[in-house]
T-cell receptor, first 113, second 113 residues
Framework: DAGVIQSPRHEVTEMGQEVTLRCKPI?????LFWYRQTMMRGLELLIY????????DSGMPEDRFSAKMPNASFSTLKIQPSEPRDSAVYFC???????????FGSGTRLTVV | GENVEQHPSTLSVQEGDSAVIKCTYS??????FPWYKQELGKRPQLIID?????GEKKDQRIAVTLNKTAKHFSLHITETQPEDSAVYFC????????????FGTGTRLTIIP
């Protein structure tokens, strides 16, 4: 079991550029979550999917953020255009079902300059 | 609304002593309560969890207690060791039927040798 796989591990981009973060959940897990972590705001849920369907995107900061899950083994989080305040660590997590803990990926450290 | 409060935000404990971290939650329907440990620069990792049909669960030096009436739960670490130094997050489920975890703000635990 390779765990939840995220790419890239680090991303440095200029303000205004498009950023795409990628996640491969654990095979057999039917829920996928995108979190953002900052010192000021802690762990914030951005969006989550059940069986590839977006369930709750109320945590997505604004229209610049979008997420997709075209199949059970892949999800993307896109920021367009990026801004310095988007700098954070973005975690993807998956779980096998309700009332089970999440397994987190290693995260993507995003820096927007 | 969905809210998990965690205290204290920082905790320093002499090696060998016990550490206790407390959390309260707002939704009486919550019924799954995991705890995560995050070492510096790494992903959050599940260390123990409890479901609402039990009041206490123990795993070696770690234990979690749950009081559903008061809507609070606690993490207890006994015989602390330097490798216990990390940030600990509690979490609780919300949105019955499409459960998602809301995390507390974290406790930075430092074990003093």
């Amino acid at each position: 079991d390779a765990g939840v796989i995220q790419s890239p591990r680090h991303e440095v981009t200029e303000m205004g550029q498009e950023v795409t973060l990628r996640c491969k959940p654990i095979s057999g897990h039917n829920s996928l979550f995108w979190y953002r972590q900052t010192m000021m705001r802690g762990l914030e849920l951005l969006i989550y999917f059940n069986n590839n369907v977006p369930i709750d995107d109320s945590g997505m900061p604004e229209d610049r953020f979008s997420a997709k899950m075209p199949n059970a083994s892949f999800s993307t989080l896109k920021i367009q255009p990026s801004e310095p305040r988007d700098s954070a660590v973005y975690f993807c997590a998956s779980r096998v079902g309700s009332y089970y803990g999440y397994t987190f990926g290693s995260g993507t450290r995003l820096t927007v300059v | 609304g969905e809210n998990v409060e965690q205290h204290p935000s920082t905790l320093s404990v002499q090696e060998g002593d016990s550490a206790v971290i407390k959390c309260t939650y707002s939704d009486s329907a919550s019924n799954y309560f995991p705890w995560y440990k995050q070492e510096l620069g790494k992903r959050p990792q599940l260390i123990i969890d409890i479901r609402s049909n039990v009041g206490e669960k123990k795993d070696q030096r770690i234990a979690v207690t749950l009081n559903k009436t008061a809507k609070h739960f606690s993490l207890h670490i006994t015989e602390t060791q330097p490798e216990d130094s990390a940030v600990y997050f509690c979490a609780a489920t919300f949105n019955f039927g499409n459960e998602k975890l809301t995390f507390g703000t974290g406790t930075r635990l430092t074990i003093i040798p």
